[in-house]
C-alpha cells in the first residue's frame, strides 16, 4: 500500500454517497478509530435527511443483517465495525462478503428503491481488506475520509476555511453538532439564524458545493 | 434538463446491476455467438468462459439464458450464495441439480402440472442425502418410503439457497461421506429436469472467476474432474489469471473450449462505436446539456474506461453523482475529474510499491505471480491485438496514479 494517500472526501461526502451516490456498496476509509466513530456519529445524525438509517455491528448480522430485515427499500446500513477484530476474523468476514458480493447485491436492490450499505474501516487495515475483497473494493464506492471537507485544489482551501469558521460559529451559537447543523441545513430547517447568519451560510457551503444560484 | 434528469441517469447507469431492459449492445466480437457455438456439439460440451473483472460476462451469460431458452431448459444458479471459500465442486453440482429442481417444480406447479413424480423423487433422493431436510420430522408414505416430509414447528420452509446457507457445514459433512454418490444422484436429478422438459440442460456458473487463488487452484487444477459426469452442457466463469498457470493447459483438455471475453482498446474505431453504443443504450445524451464535456469522445471519458465495461460506467456514475452532491444540473469537467479520482481510489490501497514497480516493467519481464495480480486486480488490462493474440496495457486509471506518484 502506497503511503502518501490523501483524503477524498469528508464525512458529509460519505453520506451522500450512501444517500445519492453511484453504487450500493460505500467502504468510508477513516485514519483511525476515533475518526471511524466520528463519521458513524455523521451519518447517524446527517444522514436520516436523505433515508432510514440502521447501524448495526458485524456480530449481530448476517451479511450486514438485511436479511432480517423485511423493508430493506431505501434504507442505508451502517458497519461501524466492519474492519474490528484480528486478521482471520477480518480475512473471514471480507471473504464471505466477496463470496456473496453478488447475493448481497441483490439483497439491497431488493424491490423499489435500493438499499446502501456502508463499510466504516480503518486506513491500518485496508491490506488485509483489499486482498481479501477485491471484487467488493472494485465495485464499491470507496472514500478515503478526511477530517474536513475537502478542498480540490489551492482555489477551494479559502473556502474550506471559510466553511469551517461559519460551522464552528453555528455550532456554539445552537448547541447543536456539526452534523445536526449540516442536516438541519440539508431538510430546509436552518433553526431561528437571523438572515445575516443564514446568508454568510448559504453563500459558504453554496460556493464550496459549487451550487449556482 | 435538470438534476431530476441526472438522477434518472444515475440509475441507469449504476456499475453493480445489468443493463436496464432494452439497454444491452452486442459486443463486437459477438461473445454470444461464441458460447453457443461452443455449447452445441455435444450434450456435454463444457466451455470455460475468462475474462477480467468488469468487461461483462455476467450480461453476456445473463443475455445467453435469454437466448438459448427456447431451445434449452437453462439454469443459472445464484452460486455466490454458496460459500465456495470452503465448498467444492460436488457440493456446487449438489446445489445447482435442487436448485434446477425446484426452479422446474415451482413452475410446473404454477401451471398447475402434476408430471412431477420422477423429479421429486430424485431430488427428494439427493436432498436426504446431504441431510438437508432435517428441519421437518418425517414419517414414512403409504410405501413405506420417507418421501413426505411433514412440518412440525419452526419458520417456513428454507428454499434450496437458504437450506444450503444456513446448513453448509453439515451439508459438507454429509458430501464428504460420500461424494460420488452425491454427484450420481445430481446428474440424476439434472436427467429428471431433461426429461420432464423435453430439452437438454444448459447450466451456467457464473461468478468462480472471484475464487481466491488457493482455492482456484485447488477446483481447476485438481479437482476438476469432480464436473466430468455432469449430464448437461455447462458454462463457468474462471479468474482471467487461470490462462497463465502451467496446468491450464490440461484444464482446457477438460473443459473443451474457452471463451474469452477482453477489454476492447479504446482507441479502436469499432470499440469506440461500441462504447458509445453503450451509453446511448441507457439514455444519455452527451449532447443534450447535461454533460458539460465537449462530447462522449473528446470527454476522456472512453479512453480512462479502458474499454472495461464497468469501468466505464462507474466513471460517469461517479461523475454524475458528483455533479449531484456539488448541487449542479450537468457534468462538468470538474464534476469528472473528482468522479475520475473517485474510481482509482481503491488501486491506492489494492496496489502496493512492488506493484508500481512491476507495472513499470515490459511485459516479458513480468513475473508471472504478480502479472497474474495486476491482471485480476484490474491494474493491468487484456486486449485483443490485430493478430488475434494477447496484449497487455496498463490500466489508464493506474496510469495516472502511476504519474501522481513520480510526481509527489
Given at each position: ?5 490523501v483524503?477524498t472526501?469528508?464525512?458529509d461526502d460519505?453520506a ?6 453511484a453504487c450500493?456498496l460505500v ?11 466520528r ?6 445524525t ?7 438509517v440502521r447501524?448495526s455491528n ?6 450486514a443483517g438485511?436479511d432480517?430485515?423485511s423493508?430493506p427499500?431505501g434504507k442505508?446500513y451502517v458497519?461501524p465495525?466492519?474492519?474490528e477484530?484480528?486478521e ?7 471473504g464471505?462478503?466477496?463470496?456473496g458480493r453478488d447475493?448481497?447485491l441483490?439483497?439491497?436492490a431488493?424491490?423499489?428503491r ?5 463499510l ?9 481488506i483489499?486482498s481479501?475483497?477485491?471484487?467488493i ?5 470507496v472514500?478515503t475520509?478526511?477530517?474536513e471537507?475537502?478542498?480540490?485544489s489551492a482555489?477551494?482551501a479559502?473556502?474550506?476555511?471559510a466553511?469551517?469558521m ?5 455550532v456554539?451559537?445552537?448547541?447543536l453538532t456539526?452534523?445536526?447543523?449540516s442536516a438541519?441545513?440539508e431538510?430546509?430547517?436552518?433553526l431561528?439564524?437571523d438572515d445575516?447568519?443564514?446568508a454568510?451560510w448559504?453563500a459558504?457551503i453554496g460556493?464550496?458545493?459549487?451550487v449556482?444560484? | 434538463?435538470g438534476?431530476g434528469?441526472?438522477?434518472s441517469f444515475?440509475?441507469?447507469v449504476?456499475p453493480s446491476?445489468?443493463?436496464p431492459?432494452g439497454a444491452?449492445?452486442e459486443p ?6 461464441q458460447l453457443?457455438?461452443?455449447?452445441q ?7 470455460l468462459?475468462?475474462g ?7 450480461t453476456?451469460l445473463?443475455r445467453?439464458?435469454?437466448r ?5 431448459v437453462?439454469?443459472r444458479?445464484?452460486i455466490d450464495?454458496l460459500n ?6 460436488t ?5 445447482s441439480?435442487?436448485w ?5 417444480l415451482?413452475a ?9 413424480g420422477e423429479?421429486?423423487?430424485?431430488s427428494?433422493?439427493l436432498?436426504r442425502s ?9 414419517r414414512?408414505?403409504d410405501?413405506g ?10 419458520p417456513?420452509?428454507?428454499?434450496v439457497?437458504?437450506r444450503f446457507?444456513n446448513?453448509l ?5 454429509a458430501?464428504?461421506?460420500?461424494p460420488a ?9 439434472m ?7 423435453g430439452?437438454p440442460v444448459v447450466l ?5 472467476e472471484?475464487l481466491?487463488w ?5 477446483m481447476?487444477?485438481?479437482q476438476?474432474l469432480d464436473?466430468?459426469d455432469l449430464?448437461c452442457?455447462?458454462v463457468?466463469?474462471?479468474?482471467v489469471?487461470l490462462?497463465?498457470q ?6 482446457t ?5 474457452v ?5 476492447l ?6 470499440s469506440?462505436?461500441f462504447?458509445a453504443?453503450?451509453i446511448v443504450?441507457r439514455g444519455l445524451d ?6 458539460d464535456l465537449d462530447?462522449f469522445?473528446e470527454s476522456?471519458i472512453p ?14 456514475a461517479?461523475?454524475?453523482?458528483q ?8 457534468v462538468?469537467r ?5 468522479g475520475r479520482?473517485?474510481a482509482?481510489?481503491r488501486w491506492q ?7 508500481f514497480h512491476?507495472l ?9 505471480e504478480?502479472r ?9 488490462v487484456e ?6 493474440g494477447?496484449?497487455l496495457?496498463t490500466?489508464?486509471l493506474?496510469?495516472e496514479l502511476m504519474?501522481?506518484?513520480s510526481?509527489?
Open positions: 500500500m502506497t503511503t502518501d494517500i483524503p472526501g469528508w464525512a460519505v451522500r454517497a450512501a444517500a445519492r451516490g450500493p467502504v468510508a476509509v477513516c485514519s483511525d478509530p476515533s475518526e471511524a466513530r463519521l458513524v456519529g455523521w451519518l447517524e446527517a444522514a436520516p435527511t436523505f433515508a432510514t447501524v458485524v456480530s449481530s448480522m448476517d451479511v438485511i432480517g430485515d423493508q427499500s442505508i458497519v465495525d466492519a474492519a477484530g484480528d482471520p476474523q477480518l480475512r473471514e468476514r471480507w464471505a462478503w466477496e463470496a447475493d448481497l441483490r439483497r439491497l431488493g424491490a423499489g435500493p438499499a446502501r450499505l456502508v466504516v474501516v480503518t486506513r491500518g487495515r485496508m491490506p488485509e483489499s481479501a475483497a477485491p471484487a473494493m472494485a465495485l464499491a464506492e472514500i475520509v478526511g477530517e471537507p475537502f478542498a480540490t482555489d477551494d479559502e473556502l474550506v476555511a466553511f469551517r461559519a460551522e464552528e460559529e453555528l456554539e451559537r445552537t448547541g456539526k452534523a445536526e447543523v438541519r441545513f431538510r430546509g430547517d436552518p431561528s439564524f445575516a447568519t443564514l454568510r448559504l459558504v460556493a464550496l458545493r459549487h449556482q444560484g | 434538463m438534476r434528469e441526472l438522477e444515475l440509475r441507469r449504476d446491476a445489468p443493463p431492459e444491452y449492445v463486437p466480437l459477438r461473445i454470444g455467438d453457443a457455438v461452443a455449447l456439439p455435444h450434450s456435454t460440451s463444457r466451455v468462459f475468462v477480467q473483472p468488469g468487461v461483462g460476462k455476467s453476456e445473463a445467453l439464458e435469454q438459448l431458452a427456447d431451445r434449452f437453462v439454469l444458479p445464484p450464495a465456495l471459500r470452503t465448498a467444492g465442486w457440493e456446487l453440482v449438489a446445489f441439480a435442487l434446477g429442481s425446484e426452479k422446474v415451482r410446473a406447479a404454477s401451471k398447475g402440472d402434476l408430471r412431477v423429479l421429486m423423487s430424485a427428494s433422493r436432498g446431504i441431510q438437508e431436510t432435517q428441519w421437518v420430522a418425517d414414512p408414505d410405501d418410503d420417507h418421501d413426505e416430509y411433514v412440518q412440525v414447528a419452526g417456513p420452509r428454507p428454499d439457497v437458504q446457507r446448513d457445514p453439515r451439508i459438507m459433512a458430501v464428504a461421506a460420500g454418490q452425491v454427484r450420481d444422484q445430481a446428474a440424476a436429478v436427467r429428471e429436469v431433461e426429461a420432464r422438459e430439452k451456467l456458473w457464473d461468478g468462480l472471484r481466491s488457493g482455492r482456484a487452484v485447488e481447476f487444477e485438481k476438476v464436473v466430468k449430464p452442457r455447462l463457468a466463469t474462471a479468474p489469471w490462462s497463465f502451467t496446468f491450464f493447459g490440461e484444464l483438455e477438460n473443459f473443451g473450449e471463451v474469452r471475453l477482453r477489454a482498446d479504446p482507441s479502436e474505431p469499432s469506440a462505436e462504447l453504443d453503450v443504450q452527451f449532447e443534450g446539456g447535461h454533460f462530447g469522445a476522456g479512453a480512462y474506461s479502458g474499454g472495461i465495461l464497468r469501468q466505464l460506467l462507474q466513471l460517469i461517479f461523475a454524475i453523482a455533479a449531484l452532491t456539488d448541487g449542479q444540473d450537468s462538468t470538474e464534476a469528472f475529474e473528482r479520482r473517485r482509482a481510489e490501497y489494492q496496489l502496493g510499491p512492488a506493484d512491476e513499470s516493467k515490459d511485459d516479458r519481464k513480468r513475473s508471472p504478480l497474474a495480480r495486476l491482471l485480476s486486480l484490474g491494474a493491468l486486449y485483443e491485438d490485430a493478430g488475434g494477447l496484449t496495457k490500466n489508464p493506474v496510469e504519474k501522481r506518484r510526481r509527489s
